[in-house]
């Protein structure tokens, strides 16, 4: 009885206090719903105002619905399985970075712009205006894949953004503009360095699309390709600007529609004649300089010989060291081995001076046999001393010179009266009359006939040599 009685006084209290916990819930929901969705409105009315007054927040939007972006496959070219698109292109060259001889290559920087239409991207235009765009809309979108073709290295400026603008007008016509600075292979031929004449040329082509899916073409034909006026390099002089146009075949995928930068380069030649041409001219007219002094003075002839012999050794080093190993002669190679065969010559001329010098004293020698033993060992004494043959006449002269003054200063010694009046000092005054002409009567006659036939073979070989190659 007394349980039976406590569960009825418990189901009543609950049943008593159930109705208004669920009247507390249902009170407490619609005001949790009101705070929510006032807090929405709230959001939403900031989230407006903001977009009213950064309109970029919305322009992604505007563009990609204006272009239709998103409702194209532009992973195709334009026209896909018809007509080939016809890309026009325009070039304006900024500058020509630098010319190597030894690498065969040039670099240039220069403005690549592309003219196609892609009836995609037409958007509706009351004012019929264009819309620019950088380099963030290119990967969405189909470009011309044009590359150089026999380029080194090559790469789009990207300070203080990657250097690409994209033009968009209303009916289609895409203007796609890039600045570029490409190192390519330049064909050299220096059979006539340095005074030669060299035609470079960049080449453009697509790299996935034939003939049959692309066609380039220059926009504005040969006004296409434009320069800077303001263009100049240190070594080269630039002739000459032209566009071009042909064809190129490959064997696996065909014939592909190629354009080239034509530029004609002519060498300052001003450069090499002092730092090459004027030095070797120098040293053969140095190496002449033997030919006037006496065949008896050995090592003023043969360390003047050497010295130019070594000298046009180290011009030719130089000049090879700068340039390509080419497996054919040019012309600097010419003038410097002309130039070096001539100073070797000149000492090749004392040689021959020296030992029929040698052979005519020995037969004097022996012709006459008026010298004495004593006389023949002082001779070879002074010869290896002084390096320098000795006449016999002369010797003897100046042998018997000798021996005055020493008796000379012997009776002025014991005598103390002074010697100025001497038959000694008269002859040598009289001798130093005549140096001029016993330099002149003992010079062989291989050097009179050098001092003549060196300079006129040497200038003939200078009137053909540049009569030739300019």
Same mark, same amino acid.
């Given at each position: 009885?007394?349980? &039976? ?17 669920? &009247? &507390? ?217 032209? &566009? ?227």
């Amino acid at each position: 009885m007394i349980l &039976a009685s406590l569960l009825v006084v418990f189901t009543c209290i609950w049943i008593t206090l159930t109705p208004n916990a669920f &009247a &507390a819930a249902e009170i407490k929901k619609p005001h949790q719903c009101c705070s929510s969705s006032m807090k929405w409105t709230r959001y939403s009315k900031q989230e407006t105002r903001m977009r009213k007054d950064d309109s970029t927040k919305v322009w992604p939007l505007k563009y990609k619905q204006l272009l239709h972006i998103e409702d194209h496959d532009f992973a195709m070219r334009p026209g896909f399985g018809g007509s080939p698109v016809p890309v026009g292109i325009d070039v304006q060259v900024e500058s020509i970075d630098s010319i190597s001889e030894v690498n065969m290559d040039f670099t240039m920087t220069f403005y690549l712009r592309h003219y196609w239409k892609d009836e995609r991207l037409s958007f509706p235009s009351k004012t019929n205006k264009s819309m620019t765009f950088d380099h963030r809309l290119i990967k969405k979108i189909w470009v011309p894949d044009i590359f150089f073709v026999h380029s080194k290295r090559s790469f789009i400026h990207d300070t203080t953004m990657e250097n690409i603008m994209l033009r968009v007008h209303p009916d289609g016509n895409v203007l796609f503009s890039v600045r570029i600075t490409v190192s390519a292979m330049c064909f050299m031929d220096f059979s006539r360095f340095p005074l030669d004449t060299q035609n470079c040329s960049l080449e453009l082509e697509s790299y996935a699309y034939n003939e049959e899916d692309l066609m380039l073409y220059w926009k504005h034909g040969n006004k296409s390709l434009n320069t800077d006026e303001h263009i100049s390099l240190s070594q080269f002089f630039i002739e000459e600007f032209s &566009a071009s146009s042909g064809f190129a075949f490959y064997s696996s995928t065909g014939w592909y529609n190629r354009l080239f930068i034509n530029f004609v380069l002519r060498r300052h030649i001003f450069f090499f004649v002092l730092q090459t041409y004027f030095p070797a001219m120098l040293m053969v007219m140095l190496s002449w300089v033997s030919f006037w002094i006496d065949r008896r003075a050995v090592p003023a002839r043969v360390s003047l010989g050497i010295t130019t012999v070594l000298t046009m050794s180290t011009i030719l080093s130089g000049v090879s060291a700068s340039m390509p190993q080419a497996s054919y002669i040019k012309a600097v190679d010419v003038y410097l081995w002309v130039s070096s065969l001539f100073v070797f010559l000149s000492v090749i001329e004392y040689a021959a001076v020296n030992y029929l010098t040698t052979v005519e004293e020995r037969k004097r020698l022996k012709k006459t046999g008026k010298i004495s033993g004593i006389y023949n060992i002082d001779a070879a004494r002074a010869m290896a001393f002084d390096g320098c043959y000795h006449d016999s006449k002369t010797d003897m002269d100046q042998t018997s010179f000798s021996l005055h003054s020493e008796e000379d200063s012997m009776q002025g010694r014991f005598t103390g009266s002074p010697s100025i009046d001497s038959p000694w000092i008269k002859r040598r005054k009289s001798l130093r009359g005549h140096v001029g002409r016993i330099i002149v009567e003992n010079n062989h006659v291989i050097d009179s006939y050098s001092r003549i036939l060196f300079p006129i073979v040497y200038i003939t070989f200078n009137l053909i040599y540049w009569g030739i190659y300019v």
